[in-house]
């Protein structure tokens, strides 16, 4: 079956570590995202990315990296730089269909970060 | 700019009773409109969709939504919910000039009681 699939579902960061969380999808969708997603906030855009070698910071990038090295992985590093990394992340992905930018993004089923 | 407002925070419902959760949109254009679930701890599904056409929409799981321009609102609507249904429901709108990107709202909490 196709989707997409997120790594691990539980993670532990020490102070001053970077970690990253992986996101593979295997549907052929073009575009890929990063969310994170606190309590009571909805969901928080960090980097898209519509094409391989290209990606574009969301609204609350500050503390994140990301790359796009290959269309199916949408690796998300949490770097020492983010303060408050505790949060539970969402990887999605959609696809252009030739009109347009107008199709649902599908999502993993997230990767939980807590800070020890 | 583009936002989605859900009013309401936390509702419960008795099983079997009808339900409605509330979504206004603020967007420029003609919106793409999607309401998503989320169970505790997973990923979100997608319930529905609006593009274009048919005003209301019908989705997974007895779900449907309406589109009503004129108030810039999306409702979801169940006439009689389960208990599975109990979860986190959230509305987004899709903006296709900036590759797809979406706008959450905040979400609504759904309680369902025996």
């Known amino acids: 079956d196709g989707g997409i699939t997120q790594s691990p579902k539980y993670l532990f960061r020490k102070e001053g570590q970077n970690v990253t969380l992986s996101c593979e999808q295997n549907l052929n969708h073009d575009a890929m995202y990063w969310y994170r997603q606190d309590p009571g906030q909805g969901l928080r855009l960090i980097y898209y990315?519509?094409?391989?070698?290209?990606?574009q910071k969301g609204d609350i990038a500050e503390g994140y990296s990301v790359s796009r090295e290959k269309k199916e992985s949408f690796p998300l590093t949490v770097t020492s730089a983010q303060k408050n990394p505790t949060a539970f992340y969402l990887c999605a992905s959609s696809i252009e269909t030739g009109q347009g930018w107008n199709q649902p993004q599908h999502f993993g089923d997230g990767t939980r970060l807590s800070i020890l | 700019a583009q936002s989605v407002t859900q009013p309401d925070i936390h509702i419960t419902v008795s099983e079997g009773a009808s339900l409605e959760l509330r979504c206004n949109y603020s967007y420029g254009a003609t919106p793409y409109l999607f309401w998503y679930v989320q169970s505790p701890g997973q990923g979100l599904q997608l319930l529905l969709k609006y593009f274009s056409g048919d005003t209301l929409v019908q989705g997974i799981k007895g779900f449907e939504a309406e589109f009503k321009r004129s108030q810039s609102s999306f409702n979801l609507r169940k006439p009689s919910v389960h208990w599975s249904d109990a979860a986190e429901y959230f509305c987004a709108v899709g903006d296709s000039n900036t590759g797809n990107q979406f706008y959450f709202g905040t979400g609504t909490s759904l309680t369902v009681i025996p």
């Open positions: 990315s519509q094409i391989v070698n290209d990606f």
